[in-house]
């Protein structure tokens, strides 16, 4: 269970008070010709320091009343003893919250009025020797204070560059799943809905077609149940022990494509690629091609093109879809754009002369 933040202030407050009160009762007894703790001196060193209790809400004002109480009380002829820590915890704690310059001018600003006191009440502009320690101690102190604001303000932007980071790498990982489920879901329900409604127009009359159709259904529905799983298994396990996704299994899509009644036409090679660049550009060609069956207005002809080069890969897929207008940005669409981006390539889309056609440049690394 976490700790209130006020328990930890009370119990550093104690232990200053403990130790203050302690040492102060010790060193009038050892200190020659030392009077012993009065009350009234007892009483004036608790009441120093208990105001650490809300030295975190008003550390300047608490810094200027505790160095005043502290100096005042050594001058009072009462028993010396390590009241200074009382003001020095101010300090850094106005040094901490506020940064050097807040607390190097309030600390000089005292200085100034306890000189302008010592010239009043003494009549004399001499100091004497410890006015020199007073001096090193206020810059040690908002030094100390200094190192410690700058180490925290850099563990906290390191914290906060960690977050952001691990934000980040969920937010990608959490498209890269929504991609994957999109591509799987909608190429596979769109190979269905086109073979279902073959099957119902054909059914009377061509049962040997429809039976053909309904299969052709089975064996897409029964890929997109494994890759679904694969996807689920990633989830579950937090280990992509998937298969990555390959234009080497390319000649599965282009199958679907003519089953769904399309011609298609492969012109090219894509060659060896790396395995982020094959994923991508398989997907974007399995998204494509569920675009035309789903979306492009009677197609009958496909062209996918493979251009390879020094340093990129070129994939175009073409249709012959009248009437094809501008299409609405949607998840298909903007899926291949942000694969093409995350590889550092583009991707274009748009109606052409006759039809849709989709532009992917991928960069492949290594090449010149």
Not at 198 to 219: F, G, M, S, T, Y
Not at 339 to 366: H, M, N, Q, S, Y
Request: glycine share 10%; hydrophobic share 45%.
């Amino acid at each position: 269970m976490r700790r209130p933040p006020w328990a930890g202030r009370l119990a550093r407050t104690i232990a200053v008070l403990v130790f203050v009160l302690g040492a102060t009762s010790a060193s009038s007894r050892w200190q020659p010709g030392a009077s012993p703790l009065t009350p009234i001196g007892f009483a004036w060193l608790a009441a120093t320091v208990l105001t650490l209790l809300f030295v975190h809400r008003f550390p300047l004002t608490l810094f200027l009343l505790t160095a005043a109480s502290a100096f005042g009380y050594y001058f009072s002829g009462l028993p010396g003893g390590p009241v200074i820590l009382v003001p020095t915890i101010a300090l850094f704690v106005l040094t901490r919250q506020r940064g050097p310059r807040t607390a190097g001018i309030t600390g000089a600003s005292a200085l100034a009025a306890a000189y302008l006191v010592h010239v009043v009440t003494t009549r004399s502009f001499a100091l004497e020797a410890g006015a020199a320690f007073v001096v090193v101690w206020l810059v040690a102190v908002i030094g100390v204070g200094t190192a410690v604001r700058y180490q925290l303000d850099a563990l906290a932007a390191r914290r906060g560059q960690a977050d952001e980071h691990r934000h980040r790498l969920a937010e990608q990982e959490r498209l890269r799943i929504a991609r994957e489920v999109h591509d799987v879901v909608a190429h596979s329900l769109a190979m269905i809905n086109v073979q279902a409604g073959v099957a119902a127009h054909v059914a009377d009359r061509r049962p040997e077609q429809a039976k053909e159709a309904l299969l052709n259904i089975k064996a897409a529905s029964a890929s997109a149940l494994n890759d679904l799983r694969a996807t689920l298994a990633v989830l579950r396990s937090g280990e992509d022990k998937a298969p990555a996704p390959s234009l080497t299994q390319a000649g599965e899509l282009l199958d679907h494509a003519r089953d769904a009644g399309l011609t298609v036409e492969v012109h090219g090679e894509p060659g060896d690629l790396p395995a982020p660049v094959d994923a991508a550009a398989y997907r974007i060609l399995q998204e494509s091609l569920t675009n035309v069956v789903r979306h492009a207005d009677r197609p009958e002809r496909v062209d996918v093109r493979f251009g390879r080069r020094p340093g990129g890969l070129t994939l175009q897929v073409r249709d012959d879809g009248r009437g094809t207008a501008r299409p609405t940005p949607g998840h298909g669409l903007r899926g291949m754009s942000e694969r093409a981006a995350a590889l550092g390539g583009r991707c274009t889309a748009g109606p052409v002369d006759g039809g849709f056609e989709v532009r992917v440049e991928l960069p492949i690394e290594g090449e010149a």
